[in-house]
């Protein structure tokens, strides 16, 4: 046997320099949403920029009537008295139901899939191997959802606003326009809470992130069957929906104002059990 | 400075009674070690011993089901952030994001150290590492190497490796042995993970051997050395029975080929060289025995009896 030959001392190295730390989790986790970002930025202007392009033949057209129906408050989720406003169209085109049911799911998917994907990529291991609690790293996620939300809210907004850039008197109010997307905003915290929730005790990305978008398309389904008939109006208290009227407060300019914080509360609710969860359990190997 | 002292005094890693459960399945039984200030402890075992769920334990990945954990005096558990402030750690498997290239992986992970990767082109000099292609294109021994240079590159006082030489080829395992031997000679505790027995024998001061979930043995490497004694080859000119061989005190193993007797001998060799003067010797080879043998022999045996632990 050959053994190495080293001194049997040697001089102790300088200890290292003190690192600012800043939000890399936060960071990484953004950089890994990118595509599905990408994806809901487009959508956002792609819908806003057809409404625009449309809006002048939709108001010749005079669909007032079929907009208005219960029919089509059911698909997205809002009853309104008039529709034949630039702010009632994009308002049901864009921020109805179907505000929720995709870019909520995007962001659902992406606050479900940040956790166990570093767990896949294997990176979780390593990097709760160095000076970094659970409850940091879960945080971080967090924080990367919420700010996912809140690039997808900006991106809507200027995609509206794009809009209005081909259509003649859009008369948006912008001060409403706002506070719509506050509230779909509140519908995002709760997307993340629930993505979050199913990431920390799930060991797939795909897996977890399909189950939050899986209840957020549930949560589209009851809110559908509740509006078609009194007997099932039950199904609308239990949804997330019903918490989100965004589309009234942009054409109605009134909403209940404790709605959206119902949402919140249980987005908050849902991330600090995954908090929770995330502490207490074993990780799994990738 | 009364607490750091109080640190050094206690051993680097202490686990007691260390079990851990998957619901009826125990996949550590009662570990109980002491790893000393300073030492290469290698950590031996068939797959599926417990390796690799007694290093998580330790580094508050999974948590024990009982039983105690404390490295550098810090609990492993209750004072994780201080206990990972001063570790290294190399898993088994390096896995890492493929799309981030080497540069990034390094730059992310000393961000979340919070430290400056000091030893970063000392490092990356020494295992010729790749830095500026996706970590996508790696091959497996680039992507070990990675994983070497994130757990040493902000000189961190103890090291937990697992399967360190896992994927590299014989020069860079040579390589990454005499640094081992380096790191020890600067004060640094290391303890890893290997099946690679011949890399334990040159680098561990002591070693563990585990085998479902219980610890079979922790001995000095050289309490090993003596146990496998020497392997001796003798060709006589005249005849020699076996039994007069076998009869020689710590002679063990005799057998015999065209003339030629093999046998293994552990102890002092004076009562074989005094019974070899008898004969005519045409030819005496002695070799030390490779430490697989005695390792493989904990593998194999039931643990009736657990060794001793030699405490220092």
């Known amino acids: 046997m050959v053994t190495p030959s080293v001194p049997s001392t040697l001089p102790p190295l300088p200890a290292p320099k003190k690192r600012r730390r800043g939000v890399p989790i936060a960071i990484r986790a953004l950089i890994n949403a990118k595509m599905l970002l990408g994806a809901g930025v487009f959508y956002a202007l792609f819908v806003a920029l057809v409404v625009g392009l449309l809006y002048?033949?939709?108001?010749?057209?005079?669909?007032?009537?079929?907009?208005?129906?219960?029919?089509?408050?059911?698909?997205?989720?809002?009853?309104?008295?008039?529709?034949?406003?630039?702010?009632?169209?994009?308002?049901?085109?864009?921020?109805?139901?179907?505000?929720?049911?995709?870019?909520?799911?995007?962001?659902?998917?992406?606050?479900?899939?940040?956790?166990?994907?570093?767990?896949?990529?294997?990176?979780?291991?390593?990097?709760?191997?160095?000076?970094?609690?659970r409850t940091r790293y879960y945080s971080e996620l967090w924080l990367s959802a919420l700010f996912a939300s809140v690039l997808t809210s900006l991106a809507t907004m200027f995609a509206v606003w794009l809009s209005t850039l081909v259509v003649k008197n859009a008369q948006i109010d912008w001060t409403w326009l706002t506070i719509t997307q506050l509230i779909e905003f509140a519908f995002f915290v709760f997307a993340v809470g629930v993505g979050l929730l199913f990431g920390s005790c799930m060991n797939s990305s795909r897996g977890a992130g399909g189950a939050a978008v899986g209840i957020i398309f549930l949560g589209y389904v009851m809110n559908a069957l509740g509006s078609l008939t009194n007997k099932l109006?039950?199904?609308?208290?239990?949804?997330?929906?019903?918490?989100t009227p965004g589309v009234q407060a942009l054409v109605q300019h009134n909403f209940t104002y404790w709605h959206p914080w119902v949402l919140v509360g249980v987005g908050l609710l849902c991330a600090l059990c995954g908090m929770i969860i995330f502490n207490r359990r074993d990780l799994p190997m990738a | 400075m009364i607490a750091i002292a109080q640190q050094k005094e206690r051993p680097a890693i202490e686990i007691s009674d260390l079990h851990k459960s998957y619901g009826n399945v125990q996949a550590v039984k009662g570990i109980t070690m002491n790893i000393a200030h300073g030492e290469i402890f290698g950590f031996l075992g068939p797959n599926g011993a417990g390796k690799t769920t007694t290093i998580r334990c330790m580094l508050d990945l999974i948590r024990p089901t009982a039983g105690n954990v404390r490295i550098l005096g810090y609990d492993a558990q209750r004072e994780r952030q201080q206990v990972h402030r001063q570790i290294g750690y190399l898993p088994g498997d390096v896995r890492l994001p493929g799309d981030m290239t080497g540069k990034q992986v390094i730059s992310y992970f000393a961000d979340l150290q919070g430290l400056e990767p000091v030893r970063l082109k000392e490092l990356v000099a020494r295992f010729d590492v790749e830095l500026k292609g996706l970590l996508k294109s790696y091959s497996k021994g680039m992507r070990q190497k990675i994983g070497i240079v994130l757990a040493f590159m902000c000189n961190p006082a103890l090291l937990i490796l697992d399967e360190p030489t896992s994927g590299l080829d014989?020069?860079?395992?040579?390589?990454?042995?005499?640094?081992?031997?380096?790191?020890?000679?600067?004060?640094?505790?290391?303890?890893?993970?290997?099946?690679?027995?011949?890399?334990?024998?040159?680098?561990?001061?002591?070693?563990?051997?585990?085998?479902?979930?219980?610890?079979?043995?922790?001995?000095?490497?050289?309490?090993?050395?003596?146990?496998?004694?020497?392997?001796?080859?003798?060709?006589?000119?005249?005849?020699?029975?076996?039994?007069?061989?076998?009869?020689?005190?710590?002679?063990?193993?005799?057998?015999?080929?065209?003339?030629?007797?093999?046998?293994?001998i552990s102890g002092s060799m004076d009562a074989l060289i005094k019974a070899l003067s008898r004969h005519e010797v045409r030819r005496l080879?002695?070799?030390?025995?490779?430490?697989?043998?005695?390792?493989?022999?904990?593998?194999?045996?039931?643990?009736?009896?657990?060794a001793p632990e030699l405490s220092r």
């Open chain 1, 233 to 243: 109006n039950w199904l609308l208290k239990i949804e997330p929906y019903y918490y």
């Open chain 2, 170 to 264: 014989p020069l860079m395992q040579k390589t990454f042995n005499e640094f081992l031997l380096e790191e020890r000679a600067r004060g640094k505790t290391i303890f890893m993970s290997s099946h690679i027995m011949s890399d334990v024998e040159k680098v561990c001061q002591r070693v563990a051997v585990i085998r479902n979930g219980q610890l079979v043995a922790v001995e000095a490497v050289e309490a090993l050395r003596e146990k496998a004694g020497q392997r001796v080859t003798v060709e006589f000119g005249d005849p020699v029975a076996t039994e007069e061989l076998a009869r020689i005190p710590g002679i063990r193993n005799v057998t015999c080929a065209d003339g030629t007797y093999h046998f293994t």
């Open chain 2, 285 to 306: 080879l002695a070799e030390e025995a490779p430490l697989e043998e005695v390792f493989l022999k904990f593998y194999e045996e039931q643990p009736a009896k657990l």
């Open chain 1, 56 to 133: 002048p033949t939709m108001t010749k057209l005079n669909l007032d009537a079929y907009l208005t129906s219960t029919g089509v408050a059911s698909l997205v989720g809002a009853k309104l008295t008039h529709a034949s406003s630039f702010a009632a169209i994009i308002g049901l085109e864009l921020y109805g139901a179907f505000y929720g049911l995709i870019f909520g799911s995007i962001i659902g998917y992406i606050a479900g899939a940040a956790l166990p994907a570093t767990i896949e990529n294997g990176t979780l291991d390593l990097a709760l191997a160095r000076p970094i609690s």
